[in-house]
């Protein structure tokens, strides 16, 4: 099954602790990239990956890191999570990097609380 | 800077009722809009994909319309059933990202 896997799906951490949430997909795409939804705000791109080894910021980079070491997995790293990183993350695949008009999916979500 | 707006906020209808969602975007340059669904906590799922070329797709009981020109899309759900009650949300594929409406909340009630 045609699917984007996120890890964990919730978490409880505590501020300067380093987290990484794991995203993988199975569908051989080029494109990766992650999404935080927050009430009144929606989503919002945080990272972005044309290829392996091609990563560039979204909107709110700001407090996060990302790797793409291999085409199937892009995690996200929080190296010091605070309060306002609370939220609920979405990484999502598509097919050609540079070709734009393909399906998006998304992974289950990942319910992060920073206390 | 692209913005989607999606209106209704949120709905509430009878099972059976046809009902139409509404989506408009600023900046007409798309390469295509995707409908998703999320129920409560939960993922996205896709619903339709309809390229910037195409004027409509349908899938089942639903049916999304594209005026690319006009900047808005619309989602026909037909005989809506209480599985249906959902948040539903378009996005318009940009250059680099997908950008997000906030989403209509839909409820049905039997």
């Known amino acids: 099954e045609a699917q984007v896997t996120q890890n964990p799906r919730y978490l409880i951490t505590v501020t300067g602790k380093k987290l990484t949430v794991t995203c993988s997909q199975n569908m051989n795409h080029e494109y990766m990239s992650w999404y935080r939804q927050d009430p009144g705000l929606g989503l919002r791109q945080i990272y972005y990956s044309m290829n392996v080894e091609v990563t560039d910021k979204g909107d709110v980079p700001e407090g996060y890191k990302v790797s793409r070491k291999e085409k199937r997995n892009f995690p996200l790293i929080l190296e010091s999570p605070s309060p306002n990183q609370t939220s609920l993350y979405f990484c999502?695949?598509?097919?050609?990097?540079?070709?734009?008009?393909?399906?998006?999916?998304f992974g289950q979500g990942t319910r992060l609380t920073v206390v | 800077k692209q913005e989607v707006t999606q209106i209704p906020a949120a709905l509430s209808v009878p099972e059976g009722e046809n009902l139409v969602l509404n989506c408009s975007f600023t900046?007409?340059?798309?390469?295509?809009l995707q409908w998703f669904r999320q129920d409560p906590g939960k993922g996205l799922t896709s619903l339709l994909l309809i390229q910037s070329s195409q004027r409509e797709q349908t899938s089942g009981r639903l049916n999304a319309s594209l005026d690319k020109s006009s900047g808005r899309s619309t989602l026909y759900i037909a005989a809506s059933q209480p599985g249906d009650s959902a948040t539903y949300l378009c996005a318009v594929q940009g250059a680099q990202k997908l950008v997000f409406g906030q989403g209509t909340r839909l409820t049905i009630n039997p």
């Open positions: 999502a695949s598509r097919g050609q990097g540079r070709i734009l008009n393909t399906e998006a999916f």
């Open positions: 900046d007409s340059a798309i390469y295509n």
